[in-house]
Each structure stands twice: as structure tokens, then as C-alpha cells.
């Protein structure tokens, strides 16, 4: 059997799939806004999985899922007024309930939100072509950073219940919400990285308008009505529709006070130079990367190797912290190029409910095609294609391609491919990939791989100046959710982590009076008397 026979017998017929992986269509018909379910009669958007199946006439056919709402400026509209009066000016219920209150509504949600794990893990898989494993990985790691980010608010509201003085003032100094947040996500983790940013958002008193991601929607659906159960009125609002239509005017609103997105910096850009009161708009983003690994002749090549194929194919590359481009030194680059061939020839490819598996379809309409083009691009300015069967297509799946020698004249070396391609560099002298990471657009992260400690302390103090994370003899990754995230130049603004995110999301506020005695008895009373949220020394446990 040939490797494109193989490749195309992935696709098996649907009434083979096993019963506990099988789908029902999902047609939503419903968008949360103002509190309420309501129900969409207009034009909708046909969600085609990755996964599909053979026609008698050779023609490959997606498998369609499901639909939902294709809303229009004005449900946009009256989603933001939703979350304009439940903000109220910062004087609506849910901005001006206690941290203990928000906990409770966020634990409700916690509670809700696992009753549809296993319909949600299942969408995920369906939707964006997301191994079983890591769907369902996806899943509890959300819910595990909803917990941490609790944590972490208790822990801030704790240090915030004391009262500081200093030259004859008395002071409590707390974290207030900045009013609107309209939130949007990418489809590579359109749980866990639209929750990374949306939860702290909510928590920390905000309103909120989300926006689901183009592919990765409908596992969003089973959600809603937890939403709506959970917290006030208006306080979670959904935005259905193309971006392009219902986005835009929001922004120019001049009420949106933050923008979260995740995405591309050109979609951030265009949307952030539409608000009219720039200076009153923050915005937390995580935007696009090309992230380097640097192999010298002093590591250890295994090690390299294992640890560059989890750093590059782990979920297809599709990954903003994916490694995009790996500079080896000649020295070792034809055994490494050897090492990471065989290493991609072991890697299991398959369906996404299928055991060990870890090269699956891509989500993208066209993505193949694309990726095909930039290798092609490569090859017809003198690289190659090294790793057997490497490029090789059937339908959405595209089997990961090494493409070797590089260089700055081809696609690869500046496009983010966001896909199972490996462009790899040899270098010579470690200022090749130093001078690649300055002229570089982008600044997240880069992996270095030596054994040579001095080697690696020469490299460790430029690059800290260059990128926001060095990876030692290990992947690029984002994780664990109590680091900071966030990325220089076009890559990143703001700073994601658990703690980072409440702080984004929030703004220090304090209330303070000379001490007084009229002053000192009326903030006792106010204290004692439990007559505010805001000036208050309860403690959290």
C-alpha cells in the first residue's frame, strides 16, 4: 500500500467510527444576551469538521456538525447595551459585589460548566480535529486554571483587606473593574486560551461581550445557559456573526474599555485604531510568533529531537508557542536532520478518537494547500524536503514536512505557517540566530539546546532582551499557568498568567482620609457596620 493510499484511509466510513466518538448535528438557534436566551431565526453558519468520508466518486466530503447564528451589528449592538446597564458605571450589582460573592457565582458556573464536559470534549474534537486526549486535556486544564485564578483572587484580596499609612493618611488600596471587555479567542485552544482571559475578566468585576472563534463555536453552545444561571443579568453576553460586520462598530462605540484577543496583530491593529478614545482602551493580546529553537553541536541530539518534535507537531504546530523554525549548527545539523526524519516517521497519524495519536486533520479550509505552497516556495529557492514521504496530502491532513537549508529568501523563514512544517537552518556563527531574532517582527519565545553551560549563559543575557521567555534543553510552551505569558513586538501586549491576568483585567483603586479622629471613627463604623464591599477588612479563606 502506498503512503497516499495510507494517508487517505484515515477517513474511514462514519458508521465505523465507535459509538462513544459518534456526533449528532448541533443546531444552535440561541445566543445569550441581557441575561436571556434568545432565539435566532435568521441566516446561520454551517460548521464542516476536519473529519470526513469518501464518496463513491472519489470526492472527499467534511462531515457537517452543526450551525449556528450568523447575527448581524444589531444583536452586537444590544449586546454591549446589555453589558453597558448591567456595568452601569461601575455601579451595577455585579461590579460592586464582593470578592467572596463573585467567588460563590464563579464556583456555580465551575459546577455547571463540568456537567457538559463530555458533549464539549467531543465538539472539540469535531470542530478543530483535537486528538481525544488533548480535547479532554483542554477541558480540565480550564477548569483547573477557573480554580487557580480563584486562588490567586483570594490570595490578592487577602494582602488588599489591611490599611496602610503613611505621612498622616490612612488608605485601602484594592483592585476595581475597568468596565466593558470584549473578549475573543483563538480556535487552536478556543476553550482554554478564550477562558485564560475571559475568566479573570468576569471575576474581577468586568462585563463582558464574547465573541466565540470561527472554528471552534459550537462547543461554546453547551456553555451559555451555564453562563446565565451563574452570574447577573447582562454580565455575559455572546457575539455571533463575522467579525469583520459585528466587531468594528463596537470598537468605534468608544465603549468597549478593553479589548482580549487572541489572534493576529493585524486583526488587533485594525480594531484597536477604530476606537475613538484610544488612551481609555486596554488591551491585553497574544498575537503572532515565530518562535526559534538553536541546537549547537554541544547538546544532546536526542534530547533535542524529542523535545523540538513536541515543541513543533504538537497539535499539528497549530500552536502560538508552536517552534516555527529550528537553526542547527552545521556541525551536527545532518545527524539531527537524521534523528528528527525517523523521529516524525514514528509519530501516529490518524482521527482524532484513535489511541496514541498525534498527527490529525486540519481545521483550516485550504490550510493544506497553503502549506504545500510555502514548501514548494522553498524548494524552488534550493531547499529540500528530508524526511520521507514529508508534504504528503490526503484531503485535510497534511503529513509534516523538515524543510533543509533555509534561508531568508523563502516563505518559511518569516511566514508564521501555524502548520505541520519544519523549516530548518544551518548556521555557523550563533550571531546568525541572534541577528534573525533582532530583525525578527516577532519576540515570544526561543528554546536553546546545548550542554555547555557558559555556551548557554552567552546566549541566556540577549536573548532575555529579545524574546519574554528562554526555554533551556526544553520546548516552547506556555505553561504552567502561574508563569507569565507574553511576547515583545508584534507578539504580545499585556501579560497573561494566573496572578498577570487579574491585573490586566483590573485597575488599582484606593480610599483614604487623614487620620482623624471624626475620620478614624467614620472608617471603623463603615468597617464594623459591613456597609461596603470596597472598604472592608473580611478575610477570605
Not at 136 to 151: G, L, M, S, V, W
Not at 329 to 339: G, H, N, P, S, T
Not at 423 to 439: F, S
Request: with cysteine.
Amino acid at each position: 500500500m502506498s503512503f497516499k493510499t495510507r494517508l487517505s484511509s484515515i477517513f474511514v466510513d462514519e458508521n465505523n467510527i465507535p459509538p462513544e466518538f459518534q456526533i449528532e448535528e448541533v443546531h444552535q438557534r440561541e445566543y445569550l444576551s441581557g441575561g436571556e436566551m434568545k432565539t435566532w431565526n435568521g441566516e446561520v453558519s454551517e460548521v464542516y469538521s476536519p473529519v470526513g468520508f469518501w464518496g463513491e466518486d472519489g470526492t472527499f466530503k467534511r462531515k457537517l456538525i452543526g450551525t449556528y447564528p450568523v447575527c448581524t451589528e444589531k444583536e452586537a449592538f444590544e449586546a454591549l447595551d446589555a453589558a453597558l446597564e448591567a456595568y452601569d458605571n461601575g455601579r451595577g450589582e455585579w461590579p460592586t459585589m464582593s470578592i467572596a460573592n463573585r467567588i460563590k457565582c464563579m464556583e456555580r458556573f465551575i459546577f455547571k460548566m463540568s456537567e457538559q464536559r463530555t458533549l464539549v470534549v467531543k465538539l472539540l474534537m469535531w470542530e478543530i480535529g483535537k486528538s481525544y486526549a488533548d480535547s479532554a486535556k483542554e477541558f480540565d486544564r480550564t477548569i483547573e486554571y477557573i480554580n487557580a485564578t480563584i486562588d490567586a483572587l483570594k490570595d490578592i484580596d487577602r494582602q488588599s483587606s489591611r490599611f496602610e499609612m503613611a505621612e498622616g493618611l490612612v488608605a485601602q488600596i484594592r483592585r476595581s473593574p475597568l468596565g466593558v471587555v470584549l473578549c475573543m479567542g483563538p480556535f487552536n485552544y478556543p476553550l482554554n486560551e478564550t477562558f485564560t482571559t475571559l475568566i479573570p475578566a468576569l471575576i474581577m468585576g468586568n462585563t463582558i461581550l464574547f465573541k466565540p472563534p470561527k472554528h471552534g463555536t459550537l462547543l461554546h453552545y453547551p456553555l451559555l445557559r451555564a453562563f446565565q444561571e451563574s452570574f447577573p443579568k447582562g454580565v455575559v453576553n455572546t457575539i455571533y456573526g463575522r467579525g469583520a460586520v459585528v466587531t468594528p462598530g463596537l470598537m468605534a462605540s468608544g465603549k468597549v474599555n478593553v479589548l482580549a484577543f487572541i489572534g493576529s496583530s493585524k486583526v488587533a491593529n485594525d480594531l484597536k485604531k477604530r476606537h475613538p478614545k484610544i488612551n481609555r482602551l486596554r488591551a491585553v493580546l497574544s498575537l503572532d510568533a515565530k518562535n526559534a529553537a538553536i541546537v549547537t553541536k554541544h547538546a544532546d541530539l536526542n534530547q533535542a529531537v524529542s523535545e523540538c518534535i513536541l515543541g513543533a507537531l504538537s497539535f499539528n504546530g497549530q500552536r502560538c508557542t508552536a517552534i516555527k523554525l529550528i537553526f542547527v549548527q552545521k556541525e551536527v545539523a545532518d545527524e539531527f536532520l537524521k534523528l528528527l526524519s525517523d523521529a516524525v516517521a514514528n509519530l501516529k497519524f490518524g482521527l482524532p478518537w484513535d489511541k496514541d495519536v498525534k498527527l490529525t486533520p486540519l481545521p483550516e479550509p485550504n490550510k493544506t494547500e497553503y502549506l504545500t505552497d510555502i514548501v514548494n516556495d522553498a524548494i524552488a529557492k534550493g531547499a529540500r524536503v528530508v524526511n520521507e514521504n514529508g508534504g504528503e496530502t490526503s484531503a485535510s491532513f497534511f503529513f509534516p514536512a523538515i524543510v533543509y537549508p533555509v534561508n531568508e529568501n523563502m516563505k518559511l523563514y518569516r511566514e508564521e505557517q501555524f502548520g505541520p512544517v519544519i523549516p530548518v537552518i544551518p548556521y555557523e556563527d550563533i550571531e546568525e540566530p541572534i541577528t534573525y531574532q533582532i530583525d525578527s517582527p516577532h519576540g515570544m519565545q526561543v528554546s536553546i539546546f546545548s550542554n555547555d553551560a557558559k555556551e548557554i549563559s552567552s546566549l541566556i543575557d540577549p536573548f532575555v532582551n529579545l524574546v519574554s521567555r528562554v526555554n533551556i534543553n526544553s520546548q516552547c510552551q506556555r505553561g504552567p499557568d502561574v508563569f507569565p505569558f507574553t511576547g515583545r513586538k508584534d507578539s504580545a501586549e499585556g501579560t497573561l498568567s494566573v496572578h498577570d491576568a487579574l491585573r490586566s483585567f483590573s485597575i488599582r483603586s484606593l480610599v483614604t482620609t487623614k487620620m482623624t479622629e471624626t475620620n478614624k471613627n467614620i472608617i471603623n463604623e463603615i468597617v464594623n457596620d459591613n456597609d461596603s464591599n470596597f472598604l472592608s477588612t473580611k478575610f477570605i479563606l
